[in-house]
């Protein structure tokens, strides 16, 4: 068997997008213990850097080891009682996620469900709110399925006022999107790195609020081995243990408790993808994939395609586009791949075989991506028959760019 030997690509669909080689690089430096001294203090680093990229001051903001869903699955298992009634509002797939966990977890779950390609309007969540009553809404900030991103302004604060707590996904949205967790009032956020962050999947930047924290101690019940004297044993445990925020709390904070072994060499790329962004200045990453995705859209306009969904609620970071009659869609993007290496995205469920969905996100949030996508685009459209205008994608992308 010969040495992996990945075949090159530029990867331009909802996620996974290229890793920034600076974090490819981070992920190769050598192992060190898990309590080494030095290793903690790299960890108190990385807690600090995730800080600034979620806007908080939130002492536990941390790394849940595994992809997006690992940090999904840790915030609601972990915040969640069996029978405690959880409110998820449901505007795609992922939103069918966060219910598919919440039930799983054993809460009663109430969803309210938005047309594919549309968000609430606030006034439905808060309406929702007061009658379920629930202890936890969990929504997704930006759902990748549908492109949409979900305005959160008020509904932190109404949460508080009502007694619940708002979990947040932005596994999509953070990095390019505004997004700053302690002004908006959330409890908890995860994210994974694939996606505007610039990194590999597999590591779950996560934040908790004071309001979460004492909610998820609550539950605190240290393993026996590593138990100490008046260490608790909650009746109502956490009923994972690998997701248990309790345990994983006592791990990265000041206790140090045994937990999982250190994922070293994610922990590094994860450090890697907020120092980036930090060094870059978190306004400006997103003003980068505003401008990406602005780009995008005026060159898949350029080519004669329509847009998918409410433009005015549009996450920065993918584009969805209306696959045009009489087109093969897989072919389109089975040519973009094999003559150009480029991959777009399909789609789930409703929208398969009738959206593309194109990233301009993370290392790829950049005009020569933007670029040369369209022209294979344009290229692969034509040859399948499509009536696209010449050189119509790029040009106005290049407008775009040129007036910003
Ligand atoms: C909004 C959203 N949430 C959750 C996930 C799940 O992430 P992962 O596949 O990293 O577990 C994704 C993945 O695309 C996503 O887009």
């Not at 999982?260 to 450090?271: I, P, V």
Request: hydrophobic residues 45%; charged residues 20%.
């Amino acid at each position: 068997m010969r040495q992996i030997a990945p075949p090159p690509r530029l990867l331009m669909g909802p996620g996974p997008v290229d890793a920034d080689p600076r974090v490819l690089r981070a992920q190769s430096a050598a192992l060190v213990g898990q309590f080494d001294p030095w290793m903690t203090r790299t960890m108190a680093e990385t807690q600090e850097l995730w800080r600034e990229v979620f806007v908080t001051a939130n002492e536990q903001t941390l790394i849940v080891d595994g992809t997006a869903r690992a940090g999904i699955e840790a915030a609601i298992v972990s915040l969640v009682e069996p029978g405690d009634r959880v409110l998820v509002p449901v505007f795609g797939r992922f939103g069918h996620l966060l219910r598919e966990i919440a039930e799983r977890a054993g809460a009663e779950v109430h969803v309210i469900e938005a047309e594919w390609g549309t968000v609430f309007p606030e006034s439905v969540i808060r309406e929702a709110i007061d009658r379920v009553r629930p202890s936890l809404v969990a929504l997704v900030h930006g759902d990748t399925s549908t492109t949409m991103a979900q305005p959160l302004d008020g509904l932190g604060a109404y949460c508080a006022e009502r007694g619940a707590l708002l979990y947040v996904d932005a596994t999509a949205s953070l990095g390019g999107n505004t997004l700053r967790v302690d002004e908006l009032g959330i409890d908890a956020i995860t994210t994974g790195l694939q996606k505007c962050l610039g990194g590999p999947s597999g590591s779950a930047p996560a934040s908790f609020s004071p309001r979460a924290v004492e909610t998820i101690m609550g539950r605190r019940s240290v393993e026996a081995g590593i138990r100490g004297e008046g260490d608790e044993t909650a009746q109502n445990r956490i009923r994972s243990n690998y997701f248990d925020l309790a345990m994983i709390f006592d791990y990265w904070g000041p206790k140090r408790l045994n937990h999982h072994t250190e994922a070293t060499s994610a922990l590094y790329g994860a450090r890697e993808c907020a120092r980036i962004i930090v060094e870059e200045g978190l306004p400006a990453t997103i003003a980068r994939h505003e401008l990406a995705g602005r780009a995008m859209l005026a060159g898949v306009q350029g080519l004669g395609l329509a847009a998918y969904g409410d433009l005015a609620h549009r996450m920065n970071n993918v584009t969805g586009v209306i696959i045009p009659d009489g087109v093969e869609p897989d072919a389109v993007r089975g040519a973009m791949l094999e003559h150009f290496g480029i991959e777009i995205g399909t789609s789930f469920g409703p929208l398969h075989g009738k959206v593309w969905r194109i990233g301009t996100m993370g290392f790829n949030a950049r005009k020569d991506a933007v670029l040369t996508t369209l022209a294979a685009l344009e290229t692969c459209l034509r040859r399948a028959g499509a009536a696209v205008p010449v050189g119509g994608g790029v040009d106005a992308a290049l407008d775009e760019y040129a007036g910003s």
